[in-house]
Structures are given as C-alpha cells and as structure tokens.
C-alpha cells in the first residue's frame, strides 16, 4: 500500500488527489506555485496527527497550510508531498471573559474572532490587514502584526497556550490559559513566528482584553514628507501612544489622486499620516485635540478629525485605498515589509527615491511609521510586450535588503520569510543565529520533512 493509498484508509474523504484541490492548494498570494500529491482536510487535531504519522513513517514532505493569504511563499509545496491544511478547523471553542481567554481552532479567521469577542464586550487586537481571510493559526505561524500592534502588540503577546502535531505525528500542548506561566522553556514563543516549520499549530488559547469603549482617529496631510516624520516623532515624544500611527509617501499619494479623483487629498500633500486612539470617551476626545495641535505645531496642511465609527472607517478605507491605487497603475507591486529604527524614517525614504531616480522604478513606502515596520513596494515595470520586467527590479530588493540590514533593521515584521526572503535570510540573522535554527529545526524535525525549502532550510 502507497502513502496515499495509507492515508485515505486511515482518514478517508478528507484526503483529497483530485485535480482541482491539488491546484487550489498549490500557492499563496506570492508568484510561485507547485503542486502536491495529496491534500489533508483536516477536521480536527487527530487527524493532522494520523496524516503526520503517515508522513514520518514514509519520509513524505508536508507543508503546513492556513487560509494560504501570505505573501512569501511560506505555503508552496516546493517538494510535492503532502499538504496539510487546517482551514476547515473553524470552531471558537470558547471566549471566557471571566479568565480574559479565548480558544479556538486554527483555522479561524481573525475578523470572526474579534467579532466573537465584540459581542461580550471584549477586544482581540492583532489586525492584520487581511484580518477577514486570514486564520489564527497562520498567523501564529508568522507572528502577524497590523496598525494596532503600536500600542497594543504582535500575535505573540496574545498567545497564551498551543496544541501543536509535531513532526512525527505527536501532539504537543504547551502553555495554557493562565496569563503568567514561567514552567520551564517558552515553548509557546518557540512556535510563533516559526512558518509551520518546527510543528503544525491546531488549536491556540489567547488572551483578550475588555474592549475600549470608545475611538477615534484623525488622518492629516503635509507639504513633505520630512515633516510627516517628524509629526510621528513629536506625537510619541509628547506621551501619548495611539493604537495605530501610519504614514504615506509622495508617491503613493499622486497615485490615490490619480485614482480616487481630486479633493480627496490634498494636492501639496507630499506626507499624510494616520492617527487612531482608543479609551475612555473623555480622555479620548482630550487626546484627538492635543494631538491635533501637535501637527499643526510641526506643519499639517489639513487635518481631518474622526469621531464617530463611521468617520474612523471612513479613514481606515482611505488607507486601504493606498494599496488599490498602486494596484491601479497597472505595475506589479513587490510588497516588502521590511522593518527599520524609527529615527531612520526619513533617511529610508530618501534612499528609495534614489533608487528611484537612478533606476525610474518607482518605489512606494507607506505603512506603520509608529513601529518602523514600512511596506516598501519596489513598482516592477513593464516591456512593449506587458510582460513583467523583474531583473532590475530584484536587484532593487537586494538593495533595500542590504540597506535595511546596515541601518538595524529587519528584512521582514509581519509577512515571514518563506520562500521569498529566503536568499537574503543567513546575512539578515548572522551565522551563529543561523546555525542556531538549523540546530533547533534538527532537533524537532530531525528527517527534515516539515515545510521543507523555506527560511533556505
């Protein structure tokens, strides 16, 4: 009896070889693709453990898959094999204010989460952009962040407990549901961030937070962009720490008037910067107008207030209408999420200007200036023919990279390494940090079939 042929008796329907599944499960929002021999549904964490079970025994590879909505690769089945996918795993099995934790299963999406939690009165806040189609485990997996992770934190500072199959098909429970938890190693810390590549994340407990029971948001415009980073500065030197504070460059800007059509913004707007607070009502309007008087202090153009929920809507589309209207130019955009020292701010977008003007491929930067985590878009032109020009436009990438690396900061925050950032992982880390995930990969996936391929392992 072959794998498949093992796996389908011992799971049945949930074990998928047709045609249409293996393509469905074949690629995420990156641009490569490979097929898979076989797909596991999986419906609960037993059956990621049989199917794991099956793999080891065979040496089979097995990629890991969520709502597959990332943007590296980190789900490519680059070896064939076997996906396992956790995307039907959609129970909240509980939200419990009285302990402040929620769990569910894996594949869960985030929107219905916080929504789930919305209704008692209580608050998930990682956001993701794509908070509607991406499932908790993944992001778990990548260690997701989004605007609010400012004030209030990454994936990690909400996970409390995991089940996770490890790579011989056993399952591991760590952590749990108590806020403090000192037993031994982090191994819950262990396994976010770490792409499916140490174990397959089931199920998790979080940690939630009442809600705060009013917000607000202001955005505001300003004649450079020098001068929208020094706002962000001035905001945060002043004391206050909003929930989210997001900034957008010049050229991202013409792009929205280009699409959006005039009025919308500013024409002098070189800058705009997004703002949104959260808390009681009182302290919460006290603070929109304290931060308002420090941008026009620092030389705002037009600011913008928000104070109901339709209002701060109305700006967070603003800002998702960034990325559609660089859509709208008709480039491929490569979306890197690289992170930098806030102070190196500027000094990044002057760099990508000038790569800019040395090279006319456009290059975009907007993003969450409050923790200098900026979505770099290198804006990838094309021949007479409408075909991609990518050479130029990769050697762009490696510059920024080594750029980012030189100044202290990070090659990705939120969207992983994966396939994508691969090549330029080793120099990013170092080589004894290097060595050190080989060694931890080693020891938990000692035959190597775990997402193989990814973070160059």
């Known amino acids: ?28 929002k990156w641009h490569a693709a490979a097929l898979p021999e076989a797909v596991v549904l999986a419906t609960s964490t037993e059956d990621v453990s049989t199917a794991m079970k099956v793999a080891h025994a065979h040496g089979i590879p097995v990629t890991p898959r969520g709502a597959g909505v990332g943007y590296v690769g980190g789900c490519v089945p ?15 099995l509980e939200v419990n204010p009285a302990d402040g934790v929620a769990v569910v299963e894996a594949g869960v999406l985030t929107a219905d989460l916080q929504e789930a939690c919305a209704r ?40 409390l407990g995991l089940a996770v199959v490890l790579a011989d098909g056993s399952i591991l429970t760590c952590g749990g549901r108590t806020h403090k938890n000192k037993q031994g190693f982090d191994l819950v810390g262990l ?74 913004l500013p024409e002098a707007a070189q800058g705009h910067i997004i703002i949104e607070i959260d808390g009681r009502a009182d302290a919460v309007a006290a603070e929109l107008s304290a931060i308002a008087d420090i941008l026009r202090q620092t030389g705002a153009v037009d600011i913008v207030p928000a104070v109901t929920e339709e209002e701060v809507e109305a700006i967070w589309q603003l800002r ?17 999420d690289i992170v930098i ?24 930067c907007f993003g969450h200036s409050g923790d200098g985590n900026i979505h770099t878009n290198i804006m990838v032109l094309k021949d ?25 900061g990070s090659i990705t925050g939120e969207h992983g390494i994966g396939l994508a950032k691969a090549p330029w992982f080793a120099d990013a880390i170092g080589p004894v940090a290097m060595q050190l995930h080989r060694t931890i990969k080693q020891a938990l996936d000692p035959t190597g079939i775990l997402n193989p391929g990814k973070m160059g392992m």
Request: charged share 20%; proline share 6%.
């Open 1 to 28: 009896m072959n794998w498949i042929d093992e796996l389908k008796n011992v799971l049945g329907d949930c074990v998928r070889t047709d045609e249409a599944t293996l393509q469905a499960h074949a690629g995420d």
């Open 78 to 92: 680059v070896r064939g094999g076997l996906v396992i996918s956790t995307a039907t795993m959609t129970r909240i």
């Open 120 to 159: 008692k009165g209580w608050f998930y806040p990682p956001d993701p952009a794509s908070r509607k189609e991406s499932s908790i485990g993944g992001n778990i997996a990548t260690n997701a962040g989004g605007p609010r992770c400012l004030k209030y934190g990454v994936t990690r500072a909400y996970v």
């Open 191 to 264: 396994f976010c961030g770490s792409e499916g590549m140490l174990g397959i994340i089931t199920q998790a407990t979080l940690r939630i937070i009442p809600a705060p029971p009013a917000r607000a948001a202001l955005h505001a415009s300003f004649p450079r962009f020098a001068l929208a980073a020094q706002a962000v500065q001035n905001v945060l030197q002043g004391g206050h720490l909003p929930c989210a504070l997001e900034i957008t460059d010049a050229f991202t800007l013409a792009a929205a008037r280009r699409h959006l059509g005039p009025g919308v």
């Open 320 to 336: 998702r209408e960034f990325s559609y209207s660089l859509k709208a130019t008709g480039l491929t955009k490569l979306n890197e």
């Open 341 to 364: 020292p806030r102070s190196q701010l500027v000094a990044l977008v002057e760099f990508c200007e000038s790569m800019q003007k040395e090279t006319g491929i456009p290059v975009a």
């Open 384 to 408: 007479a023919e409408g075909n991609d020009i990518r050479p130029p436009a990769d050697a762009l990438v490696n510059r920024l990279f080594e750029w980012v690396v030189r100044h202290g």
